[in-house]
């Protein structure tokens, strides 16, 4: 016999009672990110095997080449977001405006998705873990109308829901609506994703850090310090730390999220705001972060969720991770900034 299996539908049902003053709409729109999810993970899993990998031959709003599967994934979820009749417009990597909705139906939507379809599409070509990642506000604009600019312009402390899937040995989607965040593994077998991390909480601390060693001598002091600090041997604080970087945010997010540890992408020479977009990569997974007991803040004081958007695609350096580790970390970039200071009075 087997134990009873929580699918997402079912638990999206059962917590519905958590949100009294809401009507359906958001449990509505869950269901319909994790249907596109399904499909999108169809299609990751083929990937080897059909004319969809390399590059579709365009650049995205960032200058960055735009692979195939982001084109089709970005595709399937604008299509459920916009069936699903909830949600009234999207932001995303692909797109270098918002992406409105015409519909009635979705024009009277109650909230307003970002979303990175595809993260970490470098690795796609090579068969490691990319995913999805999803932000949902309420909007400002009134309902019966198109979304406007200034729905997507809201600080993070707004989202209402955040998520990503990650398509790695299994699938996975974890999210948050602001009660803990919840983990479904994708069963083959079935089509549904099961409750399989219910409540994930990251440790205070852990032993991994996570960052792009390459750009090192572009890193600010403060960084530069931080990774010294990992590699020293300190036997109460279990350094030295072991270096894990895959470079798909989702999975680097994902891995740290399970065992403890801190993720940074921080300001370079060649990206001095950071490089990772606030709106659809670092408030969502900020968000899930806070919601799991962890920090996220852009290393020189501020949280993320706090940050007031000016524009779309926007960037940020970002910090996340066990509580602990993002404060050592935010603690070596606070006293370099008043070295620097110093220096610079003394003349
Ligand atoms: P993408 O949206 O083009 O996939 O880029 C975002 C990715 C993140 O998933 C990852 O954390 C980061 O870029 C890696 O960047 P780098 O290769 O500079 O280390």
């Known amino acids: 016999m087997h134990a009873h299996v929580t699918t997402l539908n079912e638990f999206i049902i059962e917590r519905q009672s958590d949100f009294p003053y809401a009507k359906g709409e958001l449990s509505r729109l869950l269901t319909h990110i994790g249907l596109a999810a399904k499909i999108v993970n169809r299609e990751v899993n083929k990937a080897g095997l059909v004319d969809i990998l390399g590059e579709a031959g365009g650049t995205n709003i960032q200058g960055e080449s735009v692979k195939k599967l982001d084109v089709f994934a970005d595709r399937r979820f604008i299509e459920a977001l916009r069936a699903s009749g909830e949600c009234a417009g999207i932001a995303s990597e692909e797109n270098d405006e918002i992406v409105k909705f015409k ?41 019966g109308h198109e979304a406007t600019l200034e729905d997507f312009m809201q600080r993070g402390t707004k989202q209402v829901g955040a998520g ?29 994703f099961c409750l ?10 852990g032993t991994i850090y996570s960052i792009n060693e390459g750009n090192y ?14 590699q020293e041997s300190d036997r109460q604080t279990q350094r030295p730390y072991a270096s894990r970087y895959i470079g798909s945010l989702v999975a680097d997010f994902h891995r740290n ?9 921080p300001q370079t020479e060649s990206h001095p705001e950071g490089k990772l977009r606030l709106l659809y990569e670092c408030n969502p997974m900020a968000f899930v972060m806070e919601q799991a007991g962890g920090m996220a803040t852009d290393g020189m004081g501020t949280r993320i ?19 602990r580790m993002v404060e050592k970390a935010e603690e070596f970039m606070r006293a370099e900034r008043m070295a620097e200071e110093e220096a610079r009075v003394a003349g």
């Open 217 to 230: 001598i572009r890193f600010p002091g403060g960084v530069k310090k931080y990774i010294k600090y990992c």
């Open 196 to 205: 399989s991390h219910p409540n994930m909480q990251i440790p205070l601390s």
């Open 305 to 323: 969720l706090d940050i007031k958007p000016e524009s779309l695609h926007q960037r940020a350096p970002f910090f996340v991770g066990s509580r």
């Open 103 to 143: 519909t009635d139906l979705a024009k009277d939507g109650k909230y307003i998705v970002t979303m990175d379809p595809l993260d970490g599409s470098s690795n796609i070509d090579v068969n490691v873990s990319i995913g999805t990642i999803f932000s949902i506000y309420r909007r400002i604009s009134p309902r």
């Open 164 to 192: 990503y899937v990650i398509y790695g040995s299994s699938t996975m989607l974890v999210f948050t609506t602001g009660r803990g965040v919840n983990g479904f593994t994708l069963d083959p077998s079935i089509g549904e």
């Open 257 to 265: 999220l399970l065992k403890g540890g801190i993720f940074i992408y």
